[in-house]
């Protein structure tokens, strides 16, 4: 239900902005947070914003929500400044706080808002455009991981646990097979062949997170295209939006998932799953670009790179099965089957990967060893 005009102004009232509202409007194709473009009379020129209410549904706690999102931003900002950065607040996201020193304002409703200064120089696309765009995608993932590199991801709360074990993932569709309360698993005896086969995949990260082979450090955990900031002017990654899902957690799920989507030119929904692939140069761009901003990875992370957009990949189709099985539960569907259609896409895109082994673990090797 949209929000009225008075209820938008009593609550952007609450922020700390020294100039007069002229109008504040539906912004963005955001799914999750509703969005509101707002803009501010400040005598010779018109400042902008983006307020938020926060989807309390999805984002159960949105307290630590917020802590994690000041926590990550003003350390990207100290860090900037710190390289000589004069304005960190026009290329990062950046908070508003309220008047009484809040990040957010919480309504008589209960609902949870927040403001972020309004970045003017860049755009952002919900498709890959040009191979020089996805190297822009890689570089804007390594840029944000860069920058909060040194930050100690114990500073960060859990806010989505069990999110990226691959093993948890597995053992609900499991479950779901076994119960097989829709009598659905005589339609996807293919995939769950396909998934017998590779349940090695499953622990291959997470087991060595575990050993601490594979250090924790602060993620995205939703690195897709619409994610990364362009600048407007020169075509380069700028920074990352959508904080939300900011914890720790490994780089690996982050790389392997960035690739895994901007790599598969069909998509998710592609209409036949059989003409899935993996585009190899869209990949090499992607990672490259990646792999020039990402210069503190230990040896060890770098050699699990090349999987990781296997685990990730098993991962998602893995959840998409297993939702099937379930009943259609978790992710919204448009037709009968629409889960099963999204694991044979993941599926195919997984086995397009697999042919690609080879030439992935050698231009990751390769360009990291250049950096």
Known sequence: MPTSQNVLESVIAQFEIPAALDKAEGFGSGLINDTYLCEFNAG???????????????FRNPVEVMENVVTVTEHMQARLRREGVSDPLSV?????????????????????????????????FDTVMSLDHAREVGRGLGRFQTLVSDLDPAKLHDTLPGFHHTPKYLAEYDNAL????????KDAAAETAFVSRRRALAPLLTDLMASGRLPLRVVHNDPK????????????????????????GLVHFDFGDCVRSAANPLGEDAVEP????????????????YLREATFLTAGEIEMLPPSIKVITFELGLRFLADHLRGDTYFRTNYPGHNLHRARVQFKLLESI???AERITSFILTNRARA
């Open 44 to 58: 010779t020129e018109t400042r902008k914003y983006i307020l938020q209410r926060i989807n309390a549904s999805v």
């Open 92 to 124: 990062t996201p950046a908070l508003v706080r309220t008047r009484n020193g809040r990040s957010f304002f919480r309504d008589s409703t209960n609902g949870y808002w927040r403001m972020f200064h309004f970045i003017e120089e860049g755009d952002v």
């Open 178 to 185: 076994r119960l097989d309360i829709k009598g659905r698993a």
């Open 225 to 248: 295209v619409n994610n990364v900031m362009i600048r407007r002017a020169t075509h380069e990654a700028l920074c990352m939006l959508d904080l939300d899902t900011v914890k720790s």
């Open 274 to 289: 059989e003409k899935v692939r993996f585009d190899e140069g869209l990949f090499e761009a992607v990672a490259g670009g």
């Open 354 to 356: 697999e042919a690609a």
